[in-house]
Structure formats: C-alpha cells, structure tokens
C-alpha cells in the first residue's frame, strides 16, 4: 500500500510540477488518441488560453518528440510546431499525400503557419488520416518523421471549439 501511494504522489507531483513552474491554472484537459486539449488562465493576464495538441503530455515525456500545437490568437488561427532541429533548418508538415507546407525554424526552433494556409491545414487535418511532420537541416540528413494520427482529431477539435466558449476566450472577432 505504500509503495501505490507513493508511486501516485510522485506521479501527480511529476505531471503538476510544471504546471506551478509555469504559474498557469490549468482549467481542462483531455487526451483523444494522439491529440489533447488543454486550457489554462494565465495568471498574469487572467486571461484563458487553449490549444489542441499533438502528442498529449503522456506521450512525450522526455520532450525530445516533435510537436504541433493549434491556438486562435490575435489573427487569427495558428498553427505552431515544434519539430526540433537547428534555426534555419527546412519544416515539412503533410497530410497524407497532399502537398507539403514548408517554412524555417525560428531562433526559438519553432515554425507557425497562419492565415489561409493555416485554414488550408486544418481542413486537411479534419479530411485527413494521417499528418507527417519532419525537419531538414541544412547540409545534413532530416530528423525522425513525427507521425500523428488524424482519426480522433475532429472530436479533439469540436471539443477545443466548445472550451474556448466555455472559458471566454478573447478571439479575433471581439475586439
């Protein structure tokens, strides 16, 4: 019985642990497949934030997967990933066997698509099986493809559509 409680005080201490850290409130969370949604108020702002990503927490703890991460801001919808690899270093996010959506990582080893071809993207996701995502470094051989599956991402999505009501948050259309 001890070692069971200890064991779950650890875990619990391990998955809140970098909530505190980062001084969010998580406010929901829910895992779907390869897909979760999280809200949380920042406690500066004390505005609510949400955002559908992939993997869930569970299944990236050592941090060295690559990461896709979907969020309304300010212009609308975003979508960000976080595929490792070097500034500079060639994107490709695809779906199935449409066309790659190319961009650069960023200083911070992050590329975003916004606009249209975020649009272009998630219509994609919510049609597709399949999402690939994969980064080229310059002069060198391309990091392990990320593979996520699309097939529970339309209940992850209408469920991230109904949170960000819930929690009032701040989308392009009120201000």
Known sequence: ????????????????????????????????????????????????????????????????????????EKDGLVIWAFPG????????????DNSDHLAQLDINGRVNWRGAEALDILDEFISGDTMHLNSFP???TSSPVEIFSLETFLDALSIYQAKLLTYSVNLPHDN
């Open 1 to 72: 019985m001890k070692r069971v409680l200890t064991s779950c005080l650890f875990c619990a201490a391990t998955l809140l642990f970098p909530m505190v850290a980062q001084g969010a409130f998580m406010l929901y969370f829910h895992t779907f497949g390869d897909w979760s949604v999280s809200c949380w108020r920042d406690p500066f702002s004390s505005e609510n934030f949400c955002s559908l990503s992939a993997p869930p927490p569970a299944l990236n703890t050592t941090g060295r997967r690559g990461m896709i991460s979907l969020a309304e």
């Open 85 to 96: 690899g070097e500034p500079g270093d060639q994107v490709s996010l695809r779906v199935d």
């Open 138 to 140: 310059i002069g060198g």
